[in-house]
């Protein structure tokens, strides 16, 4: 399913007309995965040749072809996009069952976890210096809370966060959990009813 | 989030005692009980079908049992 959103330019200062998917095939994350390594490795070069190499995004190996065509057409990790002019913005899957959440007051209950979300490399602070669009990492995020308050979770999401993306995670008002050793030491974030109430504010 | 289509659904007594009591367990209505069901249904089915096998592990006997799915 396709429904039309907004999405902020900062090239042009101008509010654009782009498009939310729900469920994405492995066609269409092959096309990502193309565009965006294409970019990445251009930037990459421009960088090398100018003397500063730029950080490249720790989930710059991901290959979300293989993510979607695994599990991609199972209701239990649903997948979606965001797209803007025929080229996908920002990309998420998640997984509906098995997850539960750590916080007090919620501790066993249900909820939706993000196993991958990523913004294209043009849209990344640490690839370009002028970002193109703002908020799809949130409008991806706000995604997720819409599918666990449609399954019935009430809002309670949780992911574990690569470094290059706490910031913004505890930004949105996750609340940060400890170091997970069964996932490569990364910190596990999760997100309440409330703060969910409050996040979709 | 996607379009719902609705549908009428015929539970004996016994089959609508033990959607309450989930429903009751998760906190969670039933309506969401039974799609989060089918999510599963469809997973575990898939994995048969390529070949896999489901089983409960009890830690303290030390046995599998494998489930068998329709």
Redesign the interface.
């Known amino acids: 399913?396709r429904r039309e959103i907004v999405l902020e330019d900062r090239h042009t200062g101008n509010y654009v007309a782009a498009t939310f998917l729900?469920?994405i095939d492995a066609t269409y994350a092959r096309h990502a995965d193309d565009l965006w390594l294409t970019f990445l490795a251009a930037e990459m070069a421009k960088a090398q040749a100018s003397g500063s190499p730029l950080r490249v995004p720790e989930h710059a190996h991901w290959r979300w072809e293989r993510k979607v065509a695994t599990v991609g057409?199972?209701?239990?990790y649903p997948t979606s996009a965001i797209e803007y002019d025929g080229d996908a913005q920002g990309l998420m899957l998640l997984k509906?069952?098995g997850e539960f959440a750590r916080s007090p007051g919620q501790v066993g209950?249900?909820l939706v976890y993000v196993v991958f979300l990523a913004s294209a490399p043009w849209n990344l602070p640490t690839v370009v210096a002028r970002p193109r669009f703002r908020g799809v990492g949130t409008m991806l995020l706000r995604a997720a809370v819409?599918?666990s308050v449609?399954?019935?979770?009430?809002g309670r999401i949780g992911l574990h966060a690569l470094r290059q993306s706490e910031a913004f995670y505890a930004g949105i008002g996750m609340t940060v959990w400890d170091q997970d050793p069964k996932k490569e030491n990364l910190n596990y974030f999760e997100m309440t009813p409330e703060q969910a109430a409050a996040f979709l504010r | 989030m996607s379009a719902k289509r609705t549908m009428t659904l015929n539970l004996t007594e016994a089959e609508m005692d033990v959607l309450e009591q989930l429903s009751s367990e998760k906190d969670m209505s039933k309506t969401a009980v039974l799609r989060q069901a089918l999510r599963l249904y469809q997973v575990i089915t898939a994995r048969l079908r390529v070949g896999e096998k489901f089983f409960f592990e009890d830690d303290i006997a030390k046995e599998k049992k494998e489930l068998v799915v329709l």
């Open positions: 399913m729900d469920r057409h199972l209701l239990l509906t069952d209950r249900p819409d599918t449609d399954l019935g979770f009430k």
